[in-house]
């Protein structure tokens, strides 16, 4: 020890020499046998013997988000009602309750989920009466974006796209 090291313990007393003087005496470990692992002996097991759990895991997830997404969007499903569905709301005609729904979900910004959205939700409420104050809003948000509303022509598409998608499922 450096003569710094003894001040202190001097200063610090004689049982703190005695603990030091333990310390040092101590045999000190040396690394032998198989490597440390923080993770335990199931991590040195070779890769090979995970994959199967691995691969069935996986086939596992894959199923289960694809009966999900598929319930989402059968009839009587989740996604079914166009009321409930933010990307096909502007295809299933204004009705008064597409209206109320895209007005509830309207952000204070004038947009929607998306910019996708807010371009088909836009071009939906051109020309309806109850929801001219949310069209302006929409229209200066995709303004300030660099964007416009869908044309009448390209929401049709989208909806007739939208339509076939859906009753392909």
Known sequence: ????LEKTLDELGPAYRDMVL???????ASPVGRPFSPFGASARRPASGRVPYLVAAALAAFVALAVV?????????AGASAVHNPY??????????AVDEMLRTQRPDGSWANDFITRQNAA?????????VAYRR???YLRSKGLSPLSPAELR???????????SI
């Open 1 to 4: 020890m450096n003569a710094d």
């Open 22 to 28: 333990k310390m040092k005496a101590a045999p000190e």
């Open 69 to 77: 997404v598929r319930s989402a969007f059968a009839p009587g499903g």
């Open 88 to 97: 096909t709301l502007a295809y299933g005609g204004m009705s008064e309750s």
């Open 124 to 132: 939906a409420l051109r020309g309806v009466a109850s929801a001219s």
């Open 138 to 140: 929409a229209v200066r």
């Open 157 to 167: 598409e989208r909806g007739a796209l939208a339509a076939k998608t859906l009753a």
